[in-house]
């Protein structure tokens, strides 16, 4: 029995909450269709729509090129990450292979922040002869989310019933066959949410991405995006639609994955 | 110990026998070989490196040059642009993550009370966490520009200002454009931890409180508060640690300025590096911000240990 008085009091606070966060995509996706002299209006809706923004944003940046970059480029990086994580996670948990210092070290490295690791790396990648190539990024992206794979997929890993495990050891099954057929399907769902937060997470970054990649040949999204406020001047309109371009294949995957996405970080801060 | 389990135990016993002989030897840390290089490239390399770039004169284009010992180190700790950038990096990372815990937490609250209507809303919640903080930061820049920015289009309609104002080019507006980018951006984070925090409480305490005649606030302060401590101590640690990464939101928005105003230490470090190429001045500034960004976040990890230790 909620009194009407509170429900109405939540209902107001819901639509607070809703306009803040629905409000600068809201305002991105208006500018984007805002003619030329519109956009210096300052109102909330275009009078005249136009798609003349969306056309020229392709022109004036090589945006497809930036955006193919950041997908291939986060996708490897991500595989790379869960490839590296997973069986280590599953080792130190469950055959006590290492012991608790390495799961303090692993998620203490996250600690530091990554403009600490940005000289050495940009050397490392110099030496390897990486540096502005999408391989020098896939390597470096997916060594920065360890910690992040790490900490998603161990909760996951914590609930399989260890009993499992010994009925599969029993059946004489090696730790590895266990692994690979019976432990990752049951944490699928574990695995794929990880594996889109670490995914998203590299075509997301900026700092690593500007410094470790220059030239349009490697370039991803976000610097390309980051460079319209540089020399390459060019009117909001265009880096409004040059910004959805970048935000909604995110949008898509992150609606369309929801359930999973909670979950997976729901756990992480719960155990 | 249930029948069950009893007489379960001598198999049990055998199979951890068979699990252990399969992960002994040399073998065994091939499991683990990959996170410790990885570990090596990205955390133990970085402090060596770091470590001798300090202690050198070093360039993007030729580092390791003539030994300087302990000389860049001194010249940062009297580098008053970069003590000021430091202490704003750590000032802004404690607010900004208390604001977003409260802040958080109260939405959480909010949502978890609308049950399924709530668990909908929390997926929308979920966007502002995966947009790319570049794309936030043009997002909000749009919202704050002095020409065709919506705010200023807003407040001169119902004539609260006369002229544009220049919310990220005013020294004291600037931070605070920062911090309102920072909690639409970081803000769900908090949420979705405290809203799965939440949900592992009990709704029988609640409501037996209820019966009794407690008032929301009471209920929350003296039943759901020190039921959610431990996770919320977790919450606020991993949300002081992400802090201290800001850098994007500096970079798109006010790119350190007007001034120095908004240069935290992370951007001061960015442009020693890419803007005077002085890698080993920068390389200075790094170990003091990474000594400083521990000696502040070790004490949050103790009560956080703390407050879970207590809770088993």
């Known amino acids: 029995m909620i ?17 803040f966060f629905a409000l600068p995509i809201a305002y ?29 944003a392709f022109e004036a940046i090589p945006l497809t090129d930036f955006v193919a970059h950041s997908i291939s480029m986060a996708l490897i990086a991500g595989i790379w990450t869960i490839v590296i994580t997973l069986p280590a996670a599953y080792a130190i948990l469950r055959l006590n292979v290492a012991g608790n210092w390495l799961v303090q070290m692993v998620l203490g490295s996250y600690m530091a922040p990554p403009v600490v690791a940005l000289i050495p790396l940009f050397f490392f990648l110099k030496y390897a002869g990486l540096l502005n190539s999408l391989s020098g990024l896939v390597l470096v992206n997916g060594l920065v989310n360890v910690p992040v794979a790490f900490w998603l997929l161990t909760p996951f890993l914590r609930r399989i019933p260890i009993e499992i495990e010994q009925a599969a050891s029993l059946d004489g099954a090696r730790p590895l066959r266990t692994l690979v057929s019976i432990i990752t399907p049951m944490i699928a769902p574990g695995i794929v949410a990880t594996g ?14 500007s410094t470790l990649s220059m030239g349009d040949a490697s370039r991803t999204l976000t610097v390309g995006i980051s460079l319209f406020q540089g020399d390459r001047l060019v009117n909001f309109g265009q880096m409004a639609a040059a910004s959805l371009v970048g935000i909604l294949p995110v949008y898509f995957v992150a609606l369309f994955m929801q359930r999973h996405l909670i979950e997976g970080l729901a756990h992480g801060g719960v155990k | 110990m249930n029948i069950a389990l ?13 699990d252990s002989l399969a992960a002994t030897g040399s073998w065994r840390w091939l499991w683990v070989a990959p996170i410790v290089l990885a570990l090596l490239v990205t955390t133990v390399y970085p402090t ?6 300090a202690a050198t004169k070093s360039t993007l284009g030729r580092p390791f040059g003539d030994f300087l010992a302990a000389q860049q180190i001194i010249a940062a700790l009297q580098d008053s642009v970069f003590l000021s950038a430091l202490l704003k990096s750590v000032t802004y990372a404690l607010l900004i993550s208390v604001v977003q815990l409260a802040l958080g937490l109260a939405i959480a609250l909010l949502l978890s009370s609308l049950r399924r209507t709530g668990r909908v809303l929390l997926s929308l919640v979920l966007l502002p966490l995966m947009t790319a903080p570049v794309m936030v930061g043009v997002a909000w820049k749009l919202i704050l520009a002095p020409a065709g920015g919506l705010l200023n289009g807003i407040l001169q309609r119902w004539q609260w200002i ?25 803000t769900p984070f908090v949420v979705i ?13 609640r409501d037996a409180a209820r019966v009794d005649g407690a008032r929301p606030w009471q209920c929350f302060r003296w039943i759901t508060l020190p039921l959610i401590a431990a996770p919320l101590a977790s919450i606020f640690l ?41 890698v080993g001045k920068a390389a200075a500034q790094t170990l003091v911000y990474a000594i400083v960004v521990a000696l502040v976040t070790l004490p949050v990890v103790r009560l956080q240990r703390r407050l879970e230790g207590n809770e088993q």
Do not use: C, H, M
Request: proline share 4%.
């Open chain 2, 238 to 278: 991993l949300k002081l640690i992400l802090s201290f990464k800001l850098f994007d939101l500096v970079f798109v928005l006010t790119f350190g300025g007007p001034g120095f105003e908004t240069t935290t230490a992370s951007f001061s470090i960015w442009r020693a590096t890419l803007e005077e190429f002085d």
């Open chain 1, 3 to 19: 009194p009407a008085r509170t429900s109405l009091w939540r209902a107001g606070a819901v639509a607070i909450v809703l306009a």
């Open chain 1, 28 to 56: 991105l996706l208006s500018v984007s269709f805002k003619t030329k002299d519109e956009i210096l209006s300052g109102d909330f809706l275009p009078q005249t729509w136009t798609l003349d923004n969306w056309r020229q």
């Open chain 1, 196 to 209: 889109i937060i670490v995914v998203i997470l590299s075509y997301n970054e900026f700092l690593l991405a």
């Open chain 2, 6 to 18: 009893g007489l379960r135990l001598p198999v049990l016993l055998a199979a951890r026998k068979q």
């Open chain 2, 162 to 186: 006369a002229e544009p104002v220049s919310f990220l080019g005013s020294p004291s507006l600037a931070w605070w454009s920062i911090a309102v980018a920072d909690i639409w951006q970081w």
């Open chain 2, 48 to 53: 060596l490196f770091i470590l001798g770039l």
């Open chain 2, 193 to 205: 931890l405290s809203w799965a925090a939440l949900a592992t409480l009990p709704d029988g305490v």
